[in-house]
């Protein structure tokens, strides 16, 4: 592989990034700095996956039996 090789695949690499940007509508720096934030987060003790906010349970079930 020559180094005009290298060079071209380069260059069409950042032509197909481009693509995607516009498609998604989001920057490549910007999607990969939060992809690293949320991969960082997972990390940290008590983080946990679900939606946010309060876990809502039924009124009066709260696993014991009524006699």
Do not use: W
């Not at 720096?29 to 349970?57: A, S």
Request: charged residues 25%.
């Amino acid at each position: 592989m020559t180094l005009d090789d290298l060079l071209q695949d380069i260059y069409a690499l950042e032509d197909e990034m481009r693509t995607y940007e516009r498609k998604y509508g989001v920057l490549s720096e910007t999607f990969t700095r939060r992809t690293r934030r949320v991969k960082n987060l997972q990390t940290m003790p008590g983080y946990v996956i679900g939606p946010p906010g309060p876990v809502h349970t039924k009124s009066g079930c709260d696993g014991a039996a009524s006699i």
